[in-house]
């Protein structure tokens, strides 16, 4: 059978991304997974001029595009780039060069940079390509709507993580819904400590920070002395894990997302998690555990925080314990997988 390469483009991260972590382990997982499956991950930033260019046209409105988005043929390789060994134990295999092979490539572009497809002409090259949409808030990473459509149609698939953007996806190309595919993330359930639970309320101040501000203005007066707030913020993951697994609420600012991790893992930390869904979350969102707040209604924000202040952990956490099982097994490692070994599949067919 002939070897097919999987090669996910991704930018170069500076800190940490839930959505390229995913990709990381998508890829980790398809070299692992069958022997004529193989998987790179080819970085991209922009050529210098164009960097040079767009800086500037933040500075000087006349020099402006008029066209959002990245032009794709005005990227370059980062072949020097190395993702972050704290990240993933196991090797990426990194991709150094821009070339394609339509006999056995199949690229997968983020949809931040959907419009790339139609930049570097892949379906003239015949090159097979998807289009991975981590979150529908993302999707219009060009304001030539044309371009990007063209993108979509000519996509050999169309990969999602949530129900949420499914939904979405199936909306606006009806004609591509066959196309659609499912590909599911885990939690490392490995990683997931629940400890002695103190008075904390723990968030992440980077989402939302207008919000988490004023809901801390809200409560200064509010909130009995023997609870306090903590923001998960310039932390290892290890402190973060550790934080989590110690406070007995965690606040969600969750914003235009495909689906939030952080609620997840706070979840299954034995907290309640309150606050903002943030779209692809509702799939997930349900009683006791998580309480919706709708956006932007800091009171009501304010007062299920007060009325969900509680003192005996091991009551809530006996309580809890069977929708923590689902919730794990819900975002397993066994699901992503089997949602892998369907991807490899599908693309199989298309040579």
Do not use: C
């Amino acid at each position: 059978m002939k070897k097919i390469n999987i090669i996910y483009l991704l930018p170069e991260f500076k800190g940490a991304s839930g959505g390229g972590k995913v990709i990381y382990k998508h890829s980790i997982i398809l070299n692992n997974l069958k022997k004529n499956i193989s998987s790179e991950v080819l970085h991209l930033k922009k050529k210098f001029s164009y960097k040079f260019k767009t800086s500037l046209s933040k500075k000087f409105k006349f020099l402006d595009d008029k066209k959002a988005g990245w032009d794709g043929t005005k990227m370059r390789v980062g072949k020097n780039f190395v993702p972050d060994k704290k990240w993933f134990k196991e090797e990426i295999y990194r991709k150094t060069n821009f070339d394609f092979d339509s006999q056995k490539d199949f690229v997968v572009i983020p949809e931040i940079w959907a419009h790339f497809a139609e930049d570097l002409k892949f379906y003239k090259k015949k090159i097979n390509y998807g289009i991975f949409v981590q979150g529908f808030y993302h999707m219009n990473s060009s304001n030539e709507f044309s371009k990007l459509k063209k993108s979509y149609e000519n996509a050999s698939l169309i990969l999602t993580d949530s129900v949420y953007s499914i939904k979405y996806l199936k909306e606006m190309f009806p004609q591509q819904k066959n196309k659609i595919i499912r590909v599911n993330f885990s939690i490392n359930i490995k990683n997931i400590k629940i400890k002695k639970k103190s008075n904390i309320i723990t968030y992440m101040p980077r989402k939302l920070p207008a919000h988490s501000n004023l809901l801390n203005f809200y409560l200064k007066d509010l909130l009995p002395k023997s609870w306090k707030l903590v923001p998960l913020k310039n932390i290892s993951q290890k402190k973060l894990i550790d934080t989590l697994a110690k406070s007995k609420i965690f606040l969600s600012f969750s914003n235009f997302e495909g689906i939030g991790i952080p609620p997840i893992e706070a979840a299954l930390s034995g907290n309640k998690v309150i606050g903002y869904i943030g779209g692809g979350g509702m799939e997930y969102w349900k009683k006791p555990i998580f309480t919706k707040i709708e956006n932007g209604e800091i009171r009501d924000f304010g007062q299920k925080i007060l009325l969900n202040l509680y003192k005996d952990e091991k009551i809530w956490l006996k309580k809890t314990s069977s929708q923590r099982l689902r919730l794990a097994s819900q975002y397993s490692k066994k699901n992503e997988v089997l949602s892998l070994i369907k991807l490899t599949n599908r693309i199989s067919k298309l040579f």
